[in-house]
C-alpha cells in the first residue's frame, strides 16, 4: 500500500482527461476498490468504453448521459472478468448496440499450474469473478481496435487475471489492474499468477510510456519509476518470505502473518493469497518445496 493521495474525484461526472479520453468513476469504492472503478472514455464521434464496471444502474446512467449530442458508443472494452470491472458490459450493450470485447471467458489465459490448482479445489478470491461474462468478440495479444478517430493495441498481461490486457493508445496505457497508483495489484491463485504478472511488468518496461490510466487510482505520469517499484515491491516481499523460511517450515497463513504485521485483519486473506502466489512462483523455480504437495494449506520448506 502507497501513502494516501490526493485523488478523490465526484463519483458519476464524466471527467476531461486528455483529448478524446474522459473518466467517469463508479459508486462502488472499498478497501479492494479504491475510489471505484474507472470506466474511460475514448474517442471523440464513436466511442471506446473501457471497463464498463460493477451492476450498477447509476452508473449506466452516468456513461449514458456523458454521450454528447453526435456521439455513439460503437466499442466496449473489458480488460478483465473480475466483478468490478465487468458485468455491466452486457447491460450497456443492450443499451447501445455496441459489441463487447475482450480476452476470453473468466477462465482464458489461465496457466496450466493455476488450473491444476483450480482443479485441486481451490477457489479463487479478492475481487470475485464474472463467470457469465462472455465477449462478443474475442481479442488477441497485438490486435488493433479500431474506431473513429482512435486506435488500441491489446497487450495481454497476465498475472491479475489470466485474461486481462492492458491496452496501448499511442504512448498512454490503460493499465487496469495490473499496474496501480494508490497499491500495488492483488495476485490472488487460482486466478491470478505472480509469475505471468512478474513477465507481464518486464513487458511493459520494454515501452516507453508517458502515462499509465489504471482502473483505479490516479493518472500514473512516471510509468517508468511505478514499474520499478512494483518489481522492487514483490521482490522485496520474495526475499522476505525466503527469509522467514529460513527459520523452519510453515504454510501460507502463517508466513502471511508474520509477514504483513501492519496489514489491518481485513484484509490478511487477501496478504495470505499473495504470499501464496509467491509461494506458487518460488515453487516452479524449485526455490521451495511443498508438502505434501503444491496447495493454499501446504507446508513449505526452502529447497
Same mark, same amino acid.
Given at each position: 500500500?502507497?501513502?494516501?493521495?490526493? /485523488?478523490?474525484?465526484?463519483?458519476?461526472?464524466?471527467?476531461?482527461?486528455?483529448?478524446? #479520453?474522459?473518466?467517469?468513476?463508479?459508486?462502488?469504492?472499498?478497501?479492494?476498490?479504491?475510489?471505484?472503478?474507472?470506466?474511460?472514455?475514448?474517442?471523440?464521434?464513436?466511442?471506446?468504453?473501457?471497463?464498463?464496471?460493477?451492476?450498477?444502474?447509476?452508473? #449506466?446512467? %452516468?456513461? $449514458? *448521459?456523458?454521450?454528447?449530442?453526435?456521439?455513439?458508443?460503437?466499442?466496449?472494452?473489458?480488460?478483465?472478468?473480475?466483478?468490478?470491472?465487468?458485468?455491466? *458490459?452486457?447491460?450497456?450493450?443492450?443499451?447501445?448496440?455496441?459489441?463487447?470485447?475482450? /480476452?476470453?471467458?473468466?477462465?482464458?489465459?489461465?496457466?496450466?499450474?493455476?488450473?491444476?490448482?483450480?482443479?485441486?479445489?481451490?477457489?479463487?478470491?479478492?475481487?470475485?469473478?464474472?463467470?457469465? +461474462?462472455?465477449?462478443?468478440?474475442?481479442?488477441?495479444?497485438?490486435?488493433?481496435?479500431?474506431?473513429?478517430?482512435?486506435?488500441?493495441?491489446?497487450?495481454?498481461?497476465?498475472?491479475?487475471?489470466?485474461?486481462?490486457?492492458?491496452?496501448?493508445?499511442?504512448?498512454?496505457?490503460f493499465t487496469a489492474d495490473h499496474v496501480m497508483g494508490w497499491a500495488s495489484s492483488l495476485?490472488?491463485?487460482?486466478?491470478?499468477?505472480?509469475?505471468? /504478472?512478474?513477465?507481464?511488468?518486464?513487458? #511493459?518496461?520494454?515501452?516507453?510510456?508517458?502515462? +499509465?490510466?489504471?482502473?483505479?487510482?490516479?493518472?500514473?505520469?512516471?510509468? %517508468?519509476?511505478?514499474?520499478h517499484w512494483l518489481i522492487d515491491h514483490r521482490r522485496s516481499r520474495e526475499t522476505a518470505?525466503?527469509?522467514?523460511?529460513?527459520?523452519?517450515?510453515?504454510?501460507?497463513?502463517? $508466513? *502471511?502473518?508474520?509477514?504483513?504485521?501492519?496489514?489491518?485483519?481485513?484484509?490478511?486473506?487477501?496478504?495470505?493469497?499473495?504470499? /501464496? *502466489?509467491h509461494l506458487v512462483d518460488l515453487h516452479g523455480r524449485t526455490e521451495v518445496t511443498a508438502?505434501?504437495?503444491?496447495?493454499?494449506?501446504?507446508? +513449505?520448506?526452502?529447497?
Amino acid at each position: 500500500m502507497q501513502p494516501p493521495d490526493d /485523488f478523490d474525484p465526484p463519483i458519476g461526472p464524466a471527467e476531461h482527461l486528455a483529448p478524446g #479520453l474522459r473518466r467517469i468513476v463508479a459508486p462502488n469504492p472499498s478497501p479492494m476498490t479504491y475510489r471505484g472503478t474507472n470506466t474511460y472514455l475514448v474517442g471523440e464521434r464513436e466511442l471506446a468504453v473501457i471497463d464498463p464496471g460493477p451492476v450498477h444502474p447509476e452508473h #449506466l446512467e %452516468a456513461i $449514458l *448521459a456523458a454521450l454528447t449530442p453526435g456521439q455513439t458508443i460503437s466499442h466496449i472494452i473489458v480488460t478483465h472478468t473480475h466483478l468490478d470491472h465487468s458485468p455491466l *458490459a452486457r447491460p450497456l450493450a443492450e443499451a447501445t448496440g455496441a459489441p463487447v470485447l475482450a /480476452f476470453g471467458d473468466a477462465k482464458a489465459g489461465r496457466s496450466k499450474v493455476m488450473e491444476d490448482l483450480a482443479q485441486g479445489g481451490l477457489a479463487g478470491g479478492g475481487e470475485g469473478i464474472d463467470t457469465r +461474462f462472455v465477449p462478443d468478440q474475442v481479442v488477441a495479444d497485438g490486435d488493433h481496435i479500431n474506431g473513429d478517430g482512435w486506435e488500441l493495441e491489446v497487450i495481454h498481461t497476465p498475472g491479475h487475471i489470466g485474461n486481462h490486457i492492458a491496452l496501448g493508445w499511442s504512448d498512454i496505457c490503460f493499465t487496469a489492474d495490473h499496474v496501480m497508483g494508490w497499491a500495488s495489484s492483488l495476485v490472488s491463485p487460482p486466478d491470478g499468477d505472480l509469475t505471468e /504478472f512478474m513477465a507481464s511488468c518486464a513487458r #511493459l518496461q520494454a515501452r516507453d510510456w508517458s502515462v +499509465f490510466h489504471p482502473g483505479h487510482g490516479a493518472p500514473i505520469t512516471d510509468p %517508468a519509476a511505478r514499474l520499478h517499484w512494483l518489481i522492487d515491491h514483490r521482490r522485496s516481499r520474495e526475499t522476505a518470505i525466503l527469509t522467514a523460511l529460513s527459520d523452519g517450515p510453515a504454510t501460507a497463513r502463517a $508466513l *502471511a502473518e508474520r509477514i504483513y504485521t501492519e496489514t489491518p485483519p481485513a484484509l490478511l486473506g487477501a496478504a495470505e493469497r499473495n504470499v /501464496f *502466489a509467491h509461494l506458487v512462483d518460488l515453487h516452479g523455480r524449485t526455490e521451495v518445496t511443498a508438502a505434501p504437495e503444491l496447495s493454499a494449506s501446504a507446508v +513449505f520448506n526452502r529447497s
